[in-house]
């Protein structure tokens, strides 16, 4: 059965540094990955889906990468912003027809 | 587009009253889905929609029964609900179920449900 865990689960950073948000998968035949940012009490937000076939994928101070073989993902955020505090969800889908299974996120607060 | 539209956006009510969630997207997708999202948890799948037919119920308590009017409406009818299903209820879409490698998600902005 696939399970995600992301690490750490709190994260606070001063503005302007950057930093990495782990996610690892216990079962490396997955179709793709999805990392999602969720405000407190809104819905979830698609930051980046990277294909089983793809190493990374990238938009703005945002970059994601995917290693299969050893069931690790990253999400690396270039020059903070206090405006990118959120929890932040990775989720793998593991077979055709069916749906996402998330990890328990990363709640990360950057302070001005 | 990759607007995913829910209401309402707060609801409130008793164990014996009967309500609807709705969820609308106008981006084609194929696939449509229920989440239940508690306090500081991840979001739960509790039900999927391909084309339009009931794909995967994941063992959801008949007092939540969802419904799919057309290609781009899902509704979620609650009845006799317990004060333990108060969550934010989430509705996804992504373009087709079966075509896993590209199927990202597009999230709605969620109904805050509250049981009393």
């Known amino acids: 059965k696939q399970e995600v865990t992301q690490i750490p689960a709190a994260l606070s950073v001063p503005e302007g540094e950057n930093l990495v948000l782990n996610c690892s998968f216990t079962d490396s035949a997955i179709y793709n990955l999805q990392w999602f940012r969720q405000d407190p009490g809104k819905g979830l937000t698609s930051l980046l889906l990277?294909?089983?076939?793809?190493r990374e994928q990238t938009s703005g101070r945002l970059n994601a990468s995917l290693d299969k073989s050893s069931g690790r993902s990253t999400l690396y955020i270039a020059a903070s912003q206090p405006g990118d505090s959120a929890t932040y969800l990775c989720?793998?889908?593991?077979?055709?027809?069916?749906?996402?299974?998330f990890g328990k996120g990363t709640t990360l607060s950057v302070s001005s | 587009d990759t607007e995913v539209t829910q209401t309402p956006k707060h609801l409130v009510m008793g164990m014996t009253n009967k309500k609807s969630l709705k969820c609308e997207q106008h981006?084609?997708?194929?696939?449509m889905y229920w989440y239940k999202q508690k306090a500081k948890k991840p979001p739960e799948l509790m039900f999927v929609y391909s084309y339009e037919k009931l794909s995967i119920n994941e063992s959801v308590p008949s007092r939540f029964s969802p419904e799919c009017p057309n290609s781009s409406l899902l509704n979620l009818h609650l009845h006799a609900l317990q004060p333990e299903d108060s969550a934010l209820y989430l509705c996804?879409?992504?373009?087709?179920?079966?075509?896993?490698?590209?199927?990202?998600?597009?999230f709605g902005p969620g109904t805050r449900l509250t049981v009393l």
């Open positions: 996804a879409s992504s373009q087709d179920l079966l075509a896993a490698t590209y199927n990202e998600q597009f």
């Open positions: 989720a793998v889908c593991s077979q055709a027809g069916t749906a996402l299974i």
């Open positions: 990277i294909q089983s076939s793809q």
């Open positions: 981006m084609g997708h194929r696939a």
